[in-house]
């Protein structure tokens, strides 16, 4: 496909990937690794083909392994960085991930989901929630996980991880699905440059001035120390709470929520236009961050709907945390589907209807 | 236009279906509407057919993926067997001529056969069948103007086949034309 890369704020119609990495070069990403696999690459074919041209490094890397290693190499020595991957290649990612987020080096890691588990399938899938906002690999540490939920936050969101990552020293993962990915839509590019680089003090790339060296490191022997640093990651996340970022849409008025995010949440959109054609009264909260996750919001919320429907491409992931959030103020009921499927609105709406006979619901 | 237009695109690999699904929603946002195009890009597509959904609205889209469509244009008899059924009542239903044996039964909707393989033969080009039903679409459903489906194509189209450009605004007039009086099959 044809289009020109000059002029920066046309509305262009883009692939999710397409966006996603033309966003990751305004960003002023440094370097690139990765390795290809459906539904995401051409993430990788795009910096293929634009890296060079524009001033950065693309290394097709030999692994999944070898390419989370070689961002926690370059994030070590403070250049702004990426990789990409879908599901089976992320996962194995998580023992680089573990180390980077322990080391606590900006980063950006993205996942376009499809369905597993296993090798899987190539469909768009969201079943890899809890791999992405429970920490993923071993050790108690989390990421900054954004969903997007258009081509247009595909690419935003690049620049809001970067923001992110950078400002807490930790790895920002985007999840996304395959349809995510593939699909088209306008999108309004970020602008090239806008994403000021910033001194760090703590980088491994030579003493220059300094007296003493830089020491990037996830081994500590002594358990005392170790428990240090634990100490300081979870005050680090209790403060990176305040990032929390979601969507309302008509939840005010609600008699039934719906919590979705990403694809989900679109179709879950068209769900809440099914509801009020019908005066079913549907709102639709999305989550943008997964992690942290909009709990406070989730709990004011169940307080006053009646019944909580959480729609997710999975056997039901997030819906413990949104259990959690609610803490039994109000029946959490889900529904999905699995292995690359996709709820229909029809078929979501259909359970919203089973809910309301059921739970013999009195709507206002 | 009120609400939003959902199509389905549907025939073989190399017909032209992404292309054409592309092309129409690039013209729709350079009429500065909401577009979504969602390929299909799982085993069906290893497999030789390929479809697209492409919704235009004037609204912001919800779901990018949806089930039933107010159109469906369908190049092949796999597509027709498995889209003829998921047009609205009251949709419209177009196919290539030479391409289906079983013709559509649907009585609620509006069938419309061209014989766009036929008619790119006659212009040389067997590639710009596609248009030729699009333009064909785009009469009977006039969700963007042709200008702007020209300008769409010089986005689309790498630059060295922007010599075919012509041969392109040809073909959808005569999709045009033939939508405005199709010739009545006799079955």
Redesign the interface.
């Known amino acids: ?3 020109n890369n000059n002029s920066n704020n046309e ?1 262009r ?1 883009m692939k999710g990937n397409e966006a996603l990495a033309e966003a990751a070069i305004r960003a002023g990403i440094h370097a690139y690794f990765g390795y290809p696999i ?2 995401q690459s051409e993430i990788l074919e795009y910096f293929t083909r634009e890296m060079p041209k524009r001033g950065g490094v693309v290394v097709q890397a030999e692994s999944e392994l070898a390419a989370i290693n070689m961002v926690y190499g370059a994030a070590g020595a403070g250049t702004r960085i990426m990789t990409s991957s879908s599901s089976p290649g992320i996962s194995l990612m998580q023992e680089g991930l573990s180390y980077i987020a322990s080391a606590e080096l900006p980063c950006l890691v993205v996942n376009i989901n499809r369905g597993g588990p296993g090798l899987g ?3 768009p899938s969201q079943s890899d929630y809890w791999q992405a906002v429970k920490g993923g690999g071993h050790g108690d540490y989390h990421l900054i996980v954004l969903a997007p939920a258009s081509v247009q936050e595909m690419a935003d969101f690049v620049f809001d991880a970067f923001r992110l990552a950078e400002k807490y020293r930790n790895p920002a993962f985007i999840l996304a699905d ?2 995510l990915g ?5 999108v309004v590019l970020p602008e090239a440059g806008s994403l000021p680089y910033h001194e760090v003090n703590w980088a491994t790339s030579g003493m220059g001035k300094r007296k003493e060296r830089n020491i990037i490191t996830s081994l500590y022997m002594q358990p005392e120390e170790m428990e240090q640093v634990n100490l300081h990651l979870q005050k680090k996340y209790k403060a990176m709470q305040k990032e929390v970022r979601f969507e309302s849409i008509l939840t005010e008025d609600a008699d039934i929520l719906l919590v979705a995010y990403g ?1 989900g949440a ?2 879950c ?2 769900v ?2 099914l509801g009020r054609e019908k005066d079913i009264k549907i709102g639709l909260l999305r989550p943008i961050t997964l992690y942290p996750f909009p709990k406070d919001e989730i709990a004011r919320l169940a307080i006053r709907v009646q019944s909580i429907l959480v729609v997710e491409m999975n056997a039901g992931q997030m819906v413990e945390d949104v259990s959690l959030a609610v803490n039994g103020r109000c029946p959490v009921n889900l529904t999905g589907r699995m292995g ?1 499927m ?1 709820s ?3 078929e979501v709406f259909q359970k919203v209807e089973t809910i309301i006979e059921k739970q013999t619901l009195t709507l206002k | 236009m009120e609400k939003a237009q959902e199509i389905i695109f549907a025939g073989f690999g190399g017909q032209g279906i992404l292309s054409m699904g ?1 092309i129409l ?2 013209s729709a ?1 350079i009429e500065n509407k ?6 299909s ?2 085993p069906e597509m290893r497999g030789g057919t390929a479809n697209c959904i492409v919704i235009v609205s004037t609204s ?8 039933k469509f107010d159109s469906a244009i369908v190049l092949n008899q796999p597509s027709l067997d498995k889209f003829e059924f998921t047009v609205k009542p009251g949709g419209l239903l177009i196919y290539e001529e030479s391409s289906i044996i079983n013709l559509p039964t649907r009585t609620d909707i509006e069938c419309l056969r061209v014989p766009a393989m036929e008619k790119a033969q006659k212009l040389n080009k067997k590639q710009v069948a596609n248009m030729i039903i699009l333009g064909a679409f785009l009469e009977k459903k006039p969700i963007v103007k042709i200008e702007n489906v020209l300008s769409a194509l010089k ?5 060295r086949h922007h010599h075919m450009i012509p041969v392109n605004e040809q073909a959808l007039e005569i999709g045009k034309h033939f939508a405005k009086s199709p010739v009545k099959v006799t079955v």
Request: no cysteine; charged share 20%; hydrophobic share 35%.
């Open positions: 496909m044809n289009q509305p119609l459906t539904p399938t190539i469909q395959g349809a593939q699909m088209m839509e306008k694809l679109r179709i959109q068209k809440v236009e690359g996709i229909s609105p029809e | 592309q929603a690039y946002m909401e577009v979504s195009w969602m390929p890009y799982g912001r889209i919800s779901s990018p993926i949806v089930s986005k689309v189209l790498p630059e």
